[in-house]
């Protein structure tokens, strides 16, 4: 079991999102940061879909009240261990009664933090992922709190290859993040098409899990067309242009809306969105269906040759 | 059935079978997620004048999405529907639990009694789910008990409100903020996370029941916000 000492800015559990209930309203949540948390579950010996606390800007403090092992990918956060500095994007084992500090991110701006065993929160849905706006899910619904506590399904102190379980997560150095045009691409000029892909946008303070809101320059629409559509579905990475700028909609977007979206962000890049944060820059680049697909799938299976690796290690002479 | 796909993105497709908010097309959109619910692994949301579907790619890629999706809905008829599905949400209007129903009333030159009388007199087709989960897009509305929404809207809108805005009529399902005209409240859960249910779907077709406040309380429980 955890104990949390200090909240951090944003830290909620978060596994890969509810799926299965959109038509019902309900969004998908999730991490915002799928590669994060893949890789820290990986790291802690767990599926890669497995819950974890995902965290925002700056850390919690928690308390482990038994001895498990974890681990942090994502964003590179100032951690330590028992007031000893430790690395982000490698395992641990705590002992019982050790005290995790999680500060400020270098870079980044999210990471998943994943428990050995993962962590005993309700499914609810299907997911243990936390729905902010609807206040379901998760921990009761909300961000963790100090004093909050969160037990273990099934904790360890051991795990093959413990000493070899690292792995250096790709921080972007520039944010030139891949988007589809579509669906309603055709409602824009080429003008307003080419400003989109070649505009330097910086993320306002006015974002959030649902989305991140833009600053730059203006994006024209055709003739005859404006922001308004006959409300329809919403993927994950969506850029909606309700107002000349893009919004990018995220894990807690909602599933329906009536804006016109001018692309989408490829899967691939979506961690790469999610570690922007206020005040960050990002530029658009065309990308293709098939080619993103095959990203995306590239990108999991190094993941997955990761697992095998540490996983399947035997005794180490 | 004739479909336009939109792309959105490497996980998810918009196929428009519409342009415009009626029966007509909804009828089509709904015939068109019967035919595609046949295709395992498919998330469908139906919406307005179409359905987005999202999917893997890790299981799935894109030109076999587009290929399947083509195929089911060229045998998708747009006739064959069985008798609609009714859904009856029992309302107590007025009081205490439906505190703009005298403004509305005096708005419209009609007494409460005829704004209530016209509200559950009608059937409302619910084009599909979305905003906040459990949430239905309603349309139908008599324009007789039309009104604009509130200029500053209230912090806090108890679940289960029954509201008008401009001429759309709601229900809402969880604790919001909101500028719709509250008319009534139902008892009602539309939507209940830990029993893992939604009551209403795209599709059906409401209908408001008037009940008593006596009613109201018993069927509440004592399930308050």
Redesign the interface.
Known sequence: MIEIVSKGLLTTVQDMGR?????????VCGAMDWQALAAANILAGNPMDEAALEITGLGPELVFHEANIFAVSGGDFDMSLDGAPIAVGRAYVAPRGARLKIGAARAGFRACLAFCGGLDIPV??GSRST?L?????GHEGRPLAAGDRIGFRAPQTWLPALERRAWAYPLAQKARVR??????DAAFSPEGMATFFSGVYTITAESNRMGYRTAGPEIAYKPGCGPNI?????????VQVPNGRPIILMADR????GYT?I?????ADLPVVAQLKPGDSLTFEPAE??P??AA??AA?RRLRSLAFELDAAGPEW | MEIEILTCGDSALTLQVGDRIDPQVAARVRALCRALGQIPGLELVPTYCGVTVHYDPLVRDDAEVRALVRLKAGEAGAEGEASPEYFELPVCYGGELGPDLPQLAAHCGLSEREVVDIHSGGQYLIYMLGFTPGFPYMGGMDKRIAMPRLETPRAHIPWGSVGIAGEQTGVYPSVSPGGWRLIGRTPLRLFDPKAGRTLLRAGMLLRFRPISRAEYDALAGGDRP
């Open positions: 799926r299965g209930h959109q038509p019902s309203g309900v969004p609810v849905l729905c706006t609807a206040g379901f899910g988007a589809v045009p579509g669906p309603q006959i409300s329809d579905g919403i993927a994950p990475g969506a909602q599933t329906v809306g979206k692309a989408t962000v490829i899967t269906v098939a993103a697909q995306y799938r999991v």
